[in-house]
């Protein structure tokens, strides 16, 4: 006969209260002579993060400086979870926005009210995780990108808060917010738009291995796109089923990386499957007119948009810029946040001794 116990721990691994979002649970089934016995552990996580001393001081003068430097949030970078309700009542009506490196770290943030990003950029600077967390809540409209916030993070002890930044959206952001996709008008669903420019902007970013990259996506109206382009050569996704060839799969997206790195562009259906790679194309760019600057690869984004009724997104090879295209004009246009630097061995030959 199977029986149940239950054990409950009521406090951290550092002697203090949490709440409950951070407890985990365990089960485990043991077998003593003949009975079964099911044990659930219920133990909260070994890190918590605590809204006190350096981190509650902190949140308070950012509350105190919103008035005067006319903040629209508060955005806080975390490396595990912590009170949520207690930000959220010593907050108010004063919008919250928590940012961590997972949505785990972040379970249980929504429910007390506040916003909630998750970065997944583990192996990054705090400066990069702190600015892709005001991309993503810019891009989710968490944030107007022409407010000013006040950000709480950690610079100088891991997994802390004990530094405080005044930002301006407005200088600080490239990335695209869901009501400027709304402006286009396309039949692409604003899902599948959202997912290519943030994979566009991401490679516009951080290039590969420390090289900068160049490529095209060309989303919708797949039928007259592929009659319009052709193979030059080795497709790189052919043979592929539809799921290992679906834009939502993070592992089709880093391989996606890797062959934006080969000449020609990708055409992606309206639900965010790539139907071809490295493809030539075809239409004409002669009733188009782009500004001075811009090489072979934005004029063949321009034309198969002028020739189509799909949004072509460019990627400039030089400095990162992501250009949407449609209708052969550049309707939206977004710099990279920040390209990583790339650090080589400072070569030295010493002079000859001279005689």
């Known amino acids: 006969m199977a029986q149940h116990l239950v054990v409950a ?10 709440p409950l979002s951070v407890f ?3 089960s485990q089934q043991l077998t003593v002579g003949s009975s079964r016995i099911h044990v659930r552990l219920r133990l909260p996580m070994k890190k918590t993060l605590r809204f006190a001393g350096n981190f509650a001081e902190l949140f308070d003068v950012a509350l105190r400086l919103i008035p005067s430097v ?19 009542a010593k907050a108010g009506d004063i919008p919250v926005v928590m940012a961590a490196d997972s949505a785990e770290l972040l379970e249980g943030a929504e429910e007390a009210g506040l916003s909630a990003v ?9 400066h990069d995780k702190l600015s892709q967390g005001l991309l993503e809540a810019a891009a989710e409209d968490m944030l107007h990108t022409g407010s000013n916030v006040i950000a709480l993070f950690g610079a100088f002890e891991s997994g802390g808060i004990d530094s405080l930044s005044i930002i301006t959206l407005k200088e600080h952001l490239g990335r695209l917010t869901v009501r400027d996709l709304r402006q286009l008008e396309t039949s692409v669903p604003l899902e599948t738009l959202q997912s290519v420019v943030n994979l566009a902007v991401e490679i516009g970013r951080e290039g590969r291995e420390g090289k900068p990259v160049g490529t095209i996506f060309v989303v919708g109206d797949q039928r007259k796109v592929l009659s319009l382009s052709h193979p030059q050569g080795f497709d790189p996704v052919k043979g592929y089923n539809r799921k ?6 993070a592992r089709v997206r880093e391989g996606v990386k890797e062959i934006a790195q080969m000449d020609g562009a990708f055409v992606i259906s309206s ?3 790539i139907l071809g790679a490295c493809r030539y194309i075809d239409a004409s760019a002669q009733a188009i ?10 004029w063949a984004a ?14 400039s090879e030089s400095d990162g810029t992501v250009r949407l295209f449609q209708n052969g004009e550049v309707m939206l246009r977004i710099e990279p946040a920040r390209r990583p630097i790339r650090w080589k061995e400072y070569e030295y030959e010493p002079p000859e001794a001279s005689d």
């Open 70 to 88: 006319q903040a629209q949030a508060i955005l806080v970078l975390i490396e595990a979870p912590t009170d949520w309700d207690e930000i959220a």
């Open 118 to 126: 998750a970065i997944d950029m583990p192996k990054s600077s705090v």
């Open 24 to 26: 985990v649970e365990a």
């Open 9 to 18: 721990c009521e406090k951290s691994f550092y002697d203090a209260p949490v």
């Open 289 to 298: 007119t782009l500004s001075k600057g811009l090489g072979s690869r934005h």
């Open 271 to 273: 639900d965010g499957i």
């Open 244 to 249: 290992e060839r679906d834009l939502r799969n």
């Open 302 to 315: 321009a034309a198969i948009s002028h020739a189509s009724k799909a949004i072509a997104v460019a990627v």
